[in-house]
């Protein structure tokens, strides 16, 4: 147990960085108000003692004593908890603010490995339980001091009597560590089936509406309640060894209690002690047998919030070979010429979208649009020049230079994406822009040259109103909109939507199409689109099946004898509402 406990604190003060002067008063207040508990046994006997022989004053003096010793030990319990709650706050945030500083910084085979509700568990539940540990650590060993104070005290008085002090705390120790032990195997089950319940209950908020389409309430329920069996079973196997640790384990400290009665009255009887040392003893024995309890409880909670360690680290500690690093390159003069050469890539736990022998070239003030049907790589090369993951071999260039060696300032400043299902934040439509840029005249610019600036006017708040949680009080055009005027706010040379208009109706698609003829202007411009109407506009048009480029060209060019293109004009909108029904039939199945 001690050795485990001692591994444990280690691995917390490694990990939880505390304030050091809040931390130093939380150990010296709590020496402290322990060590005056010692004393209070003794003025207490002390008043018996005195009391029966007849002795006023001196009765009076211990009782003053005592009064004094209440004081103080109340002072410094209150000080105690005062530097805990400090120090907790000092704790939680930076331990808090770690975590997410570190989530921003993984890649997107991070979000595979690690769940969304093990991340959302480990940094609101996790979290406060380290900043809450120190409390334990503190008591732990300070508790464990005082215990040894009191077992020497008996073992002073009596060899016999301390030896079987020692006996009784020696059960009970083993006795509930192993009843701890086991509390914390069924514990991990219960936290793993949690972050499912978590993982399930954000996928069906996010699908209500396949729900509703398909009426498969039944089968997500029952999927639900699968789960939520599971926890009960480990829910209900942890609780079996707290009931015997709450319920039996009490019955140690009585049997013990009542030795000690027997063999107190034995030696008052026969004179070798008096009343106040029977007193001082069994109320010794009492603090003995308690702050073991305690300090069990606490070592159970340590052992518990251990579970808690090794899910922080594994989220801190994660690596990855896709782990993509910037580079020094501080040159902010981007042109936006994009080069692809020989660009290979291969998703490690899928096989559609992987690319091969990938060669294209971009162009500023042009619109590079890239077609093909769904799994042919599209989307994957836009989130190779997002960096979202890296290549496996060739080169990926802006204005002849890798992209791995801009710095990251320079690079998410210059190249930015929307895809079709842009994110809005819960806050006001000001907010959301002012994220990338606070100038509200730059803000009523960007919103001007996508044509949402009079739609936002019209509102009874105007750039005031509060979007509800990922705009869901703003249509789908104006999302899309709204999303792509907070993209030019920030000022990117490269600009690449992919499938911003897959939901649009036909109106909206003109919209955005002027909208691309004008970004074009002074931005290079790369489109992910299945839209027929959309390709047309496009100044060179990027072919792709199964990985590969079978055609580059314009629109007349292709349709002249590319089959491939021919293909996807002839069959666009069959292809198109294929790949929506492959979307659903997806949404559905994560689900499930």
């Not at 339980?129 to 409390?135: K, R, V």
């Not at 009784?168 to 009843?179: N, T």
């Not at 010429?337 to 290979?344: I, N, S, T």
Request: aromatic share 12%; hydrophobic share 40%.
């Amino acid at each position: 147990m001690i050795k485990d406990n001692i591994k444990i604190i280690k691995d917390y003060f490694k990990l939880v960085k505390g304030n050091k002067k809040w931390m130093t008063l939380l150990f010296l207040s709590s020496i402290i108000f322990h060590s005056l508990s010692l004393l209070i046994p003794v003025f207490a006997s002390n008043i018996i003692y005195e009391v029966t022989n007849g002795n006023a004053n001196e009765t009076y003096m211990n009782i003053i004593w005592l009064l004094i010793t209440y004081i103080a030990y109340n002072l410094f319990h209150y000080l105690y908890y005062v530097s805990y709650t400090h120090n907790f706050e000092y704790s939680y945030r930076n331990l808090r603010e770690k975590i997410v500083d570190k989530v921003f910084t993984y890649d997107v085979e991070f979000s595979e490995k690690i769940s969304k509700g093990t991340i959302l568990n480990t940094i609101n539940t996790d979290t406060a339980h380290l900043a809450e540990m120190i409390d334990n650590v503190c008591e732990i060993i300070i508790g464990l001091l005082k215990v040894m104070v009191m077992i020497f005290i008996f073992l002073k008085t009596n060899l016999i009597i301390g030896f079987i002090v020692l006996f009784i705390e020696w059960i009970y120790l083993k006795s509930f560590d192993h009843l701890n032990i086991m509390n914390t195997k069924y514990l991990r089950g219960q936290q793993k089936y949690r972050d499912k319940l978590t993982d399930n209950l954000s996928q069906i908020l996010n699908g209500l509406g396949e729900i509703k389409v398909f009426n498969i309430y039944n089968k997500i329920k029952n999927n639900f309640y699968i789960i939520t069996n599971k926890w009960s079973e480990q829910y209900m196997r942890k609780r079996k060894y707290g009931n015997i640790r709450s319920g039996l384990m009490p019955a140690i400290i009585h049997f013990g209690k009542v030795i000690l009665y027997f063999i107190l009255v034995y030696f008052v009887l026969n004179g070798k002690y008096e009343v106040n040392i029977l007193i001082l003893l069994i109320t010794y024995f009492e603090n003995i047998m308690t702050n073991t309890k305690d300090l069990m409880g606490y070592s159970r909670q340590i052992r518990e919030w251990s579970i808690s360690i090794t899910r922080i680290n594994n989220i801190l500690n994660y690596s990855s070979k896709q782990q993509i690093t910037f580079g020094m390159n501080d040159n902010d003069y981007i042109n936006g010429l994009v080069e692809f050469k020989d660009v290979d890539f291969s998703y490690k736990s899928k096989n559609k979208g992987n690319i091969e022998k990938i060669n294209f070239v971009a162009k500023p003030n042009e619109i590079t649009a890239l077609v093909g049907h769904s799994g042919s790589g599209k989307t994957t090369i836009t989130n190779l020049l997002l960096r979202k993951y890296k290549i496996d071999s060739g080169e990926i260039l802006i204005d002849g230079e890798n992209i791995y060696d801009y710095s990251k300032e320079v690079y998410s400043t210059n190249v930015v994406g929307v895809n079709q299902s842009p994110f809005i934040f819960n806050m006001s439509i000001r907010q959301n822009l002012s994220l990338i840029d606070s100038n509200i005249k730059h803000q009523i610019e960007a919103c001007k040259r996508v044509g949402i600036h009079d739609y936002i006017m019209s509102l009874p708040k105007g750039y005031n109103t509060i979007l509800s949680e990922n705009a869901t009080n703003f249509s789908g055009g104006q999302k899309q909109l709204l999303a792509i005027a907070r993209t030019l706010l920030s000022k990117a040379e490269i600009l690449i939507f992919d499938e911003v208009t897959s939901s649009l109706d036909t109106l909206l698609v003109e919209k955005i199409k002027d909208i691309f003829e004008n970004l074009k202007l002074d931005h290079t411009i790369i489109i992910v689109t299945h839209k027929k109407d959309v390709m047309k506009i496009a100044d060179k048009i990027i072919v792709l099946n199964k990985g590969n480029i079978v055609g580059q060209g314009t629109h007349d060019e292709l349709m002249t004898d590319n089959e491939f293109y021919i293909d996807l004009q002839t069959n666009n909108y069959s292809s198109s509402n294929k790949k929506t029904q492959e979307n659903i039939t997806q949404q559905k199945h994560d689900i499930i």
